[in-house]
Nanobody, 125 residues
C-alpha cells in the first residue's frame, strides 16, 4: 500500500514536496515512479528511481526542476518540485514496480504493482 502526502496550491515559481509512504517491508525491492494526470489529459510519466536510488530518470518537461529521491529505511519516496509552472498542475501518483535488478528500468512499460491514492498539485499563474 502506498499513501501519498504533500501537494496543494502554490504560485508560479514556487516549490512543493510530495511524499509516498510504503507499508511493505520489501520497499527496497521496488523501483518507484511518479506520474501525473491533468484534467482531460492522459497520465504521463514524471520521474523514476531505482531500488537503491542510484539511477533516476525524468520527463523532459520536469528535468532540472524536479528531484526524485527515496529513503529506504523509512520506506518513503519523495518528489521535490521547484520552479513550478501552471502546466505542472495535475494529480500526482506514486507507483511501485517490483524489479529484479538494482539498476535502471523502463518506467513507461514496467508493470506497476501498487499505486498511491493521488494528490493534487495546483500552480497558479
Amino acid at each position: 500500500q502506498l499513501v501519498q502526502s504533500g501537494g496543494g496550491l502554490v504560485q508560479t515559481g514556487g516549490s512543493l514536496k510530495l511524499s509516498c509512504s510504503a507499508s511493505d517491508r520489501a520497499f527496497v525491492n521496488y523501483g518507484m515512479s511518479w506520474f501525473r494526470q491533468a484534467p482531460g489529459k492522459e497520465r504521463e510519466f514524471v520521474a523514476a528511481i531505482s531500488r537503491a536510488g542510484g539511477w533516476t530518470a525524468y520527463a523532459e518537461s520536469v528535468a532540472g526542476r524536479f528531484t526524485v529521491s527515496r529513503n529506504n529505511p523509512k520506506k518513503i519516496l519523495y518528489l521535490q518540485m521547484e520552479e513550478l509552472k501552471p502546466e505542472d498542475s495535475a494529480e500526482y501518483f506514486c507507483a511501485a514496480a517490483y524489479t529484479t535488478g538494482a539498476g535502471s528500468f523502463r518506467p513507461d512499460s514496467v508493470k506497476y504493482d501498487y499505486w498511491g491514492q493521488g494528490t493534487q498539485v495546483a500552480v497558479s499563474s
